[in-house]
């Protein structure tokens, strides 16, 4: 059963910690995708990597940070730099690159107080 | 400003209607892709129409893109209460396959 997962499906963190979001994929996929959505809003990139050990920053990259140490995994580490982290992130991937299409995953919802 | 604005921003028809979708975009794109999101969950990817496509069916959904004009519909014909969702136009620019840039939405409603 191939899939992208992500976990947990609510977070709740207190102001000043870090947090990391868990995406895992078995669809063989190059490339992966972190975006944020706030409500009512498009998704904004925050990072992407198109292959293992490699990644680069999206448009909103201030305050996370992500690694790529094997093929099926890019967590992303929301820091306490991150001046407003509530939102509803979202994991996603692609055979190679953004020319195809994506396949997302159900999201975490964070929530910091 | 955003590579691509989505238009309406809201959408409410009856069951059984057509619901067309339009988006705009600013500079030249390598393609376009639609995507659908229910309330709370992951986006599903709908269609993907390159820059030398000028229209892409798939079941009930038409997509056309005109590169002169910087545009592109998708067209939802015999909606269902189940077609209820947002749908987001993205866009990959020229040059940057390396990411895709999404408009804001359109909520479409479908009254049964």
């Known amino acids: 059963d191939g899939g992208i997962t992500q976990s947990p499906k609510y977070l709740f963190r207190k102001e000043g910690q870090n947090v990391t979001l868990s995406c895992e994929q078995n669809l063989n996929h190059d490339a992966m995708y972190w975006y944020r959505q706030d409500p009512g809003q498009g998704l904004r990139l925050i990072y992407y990597s198109q292959i293992v050990n490699d990644f680069q920053k999206g448009d909103i990259a201030e305050g996370y940070s992500v690694s790529r140490e094997k093929k099926e995994s890019f967590p992303l580490t929301v820091t306490s730099a991150q001046k407003n982290p509530t939102a509803f992130y979202l994991c996603a991937s692609s055979i190679a690159g953004a020319g195809y299409e994506q396949y997302f995953g159900p999201g975490t919802r964070l929530t910091v107080t | 400003s955003q590579q691509g604005e989505e238009d309406p921003q809201a959408l409410s028809i009856q069951e059984g209607e057509n619901a067309t979708m339009n988006c705009s975009y600013k500079t030249s794109i390598n393609n376009l892709q639609w995507y659908r999101q229910n309330s709370g969950r992951g986006l599903v990817h709908l269609i993907l129409i390159r820059s030398n496509e000028r229209e892409k069916h798939s079941g009930r959904l038409r997509v056309t893109l005109d590169t002169s004009k910087k545009s592109s519909s998708l067209l939802i014909t015999a909606s269902r209460a189940a077609d209820t969702a947002s749908y987001f136009c993205?866009?990959?620019?020229?040059?940057?396959?390396?990411?895709?840039?999404f408009g804001q939405g359109t909520t479409l409603q479908v009254k049964p």
């Open positions: 993205a866009t990959v620019l020229s040059g940057n396959t390396g990411k895709l840039i």
